[in-house]
């Protein structure tokens, strides 16, 4: 069994920094301004310049670069479905569908935070689920920093006069002052494997913490 190999981004060790979390391998981070500015100019050479420099790190042979106009589509709207709704991280995971054909899916992850009013943590996750009119899955989980709540559900946006099934998995977790929601959430078009999503968006919330993981520096405030 090989070890697992994390990337600690430098915003990890930021002193104002309330939350930290990890995700499992395929994911690679992503300027979501730039994509979103990319969506709303997608023929003009700037358009394509933000598009290529936010990633062009996760290909690294002339194979994969072939397949960038192809990929990048649904990544772009993706993006801009989300991008307005108080996200401070986003990346996109990319893993092959080893029970299907093998073809690659595509998936956007974000986190973002919701002021709400105070409420004890467990009622806070459980109103956050019950908002979702539309869910088509809800379970509570008990993560080591807190209560929480997963919640699946499927929407038809549309995003430049095209219609697509979009699959969205949240998980709301209270943060320990129980007056705002730190909301990770999990968007894919491939619809038909929403039970890896679900485990995949579960696992990266048990790694959630608002304890900073890592050791102080000698001499460090």
């Known amino acids: 069994m090989s070890s697992d190999t994390f990337v600690i981004d430098p915003s990890a060790r930021m002193p104002d920094a309330d939350i930290w979390f990890a995700l499992p391998a395929g994911f690679v981070p992503v300027p979501l301004t730039d994509l979103v500015a990319a969506e709303e100019a997608p023929t ?107 919640v699946e559900s499927r929407t038809s946006p549309q995003v430049a006069d095209e219609t697509q099934e979009l699959l969205q998995v949240i998980v709301y977790v209270p943060f320990p002052d129980a007056r705002k929601l730190a909301i990770l959430t999990l968007s894919t078009v491939a619809v038909h494997r929403s039970g890896h999503y679900r485990d995949l968006l579960r696992e990266t919330a048990r790694m959630v913490t608002f304890d900073n993981p890592f050791p102080m520096d000698h001499g460090e405030a």
């Open 44 to 150: 003009s050479a700037e358009g394509q310049r933000y598009s290529l420099e936010a990633l062009a790190a996760m290909w690294t042979g002339p194979e994969h670069s072939r397949q960038l106009p192809e990929l990048l589509a649904p990544v772009r709207r993706l993006a801009h479905v989300l991008a307005y709704s108080g996200v401070i991280h986003c990346s996109v995971g990319m893993h092959r569908d080893d029970e299907g054909d093998g073809s690659l899916l595509l998936s956007l992850f974000t986190l973002g935070w919701r002021e709400t009013s105070w409420a004890p943590r467990g009622v806070m996750a459980g109103r956050a689920a019950a908002g979702m009119a539309d869910a088509s899955h809800v379970e509570a989980l008990d993560l080591p920093c807190g209560p929480a709540t997963l």
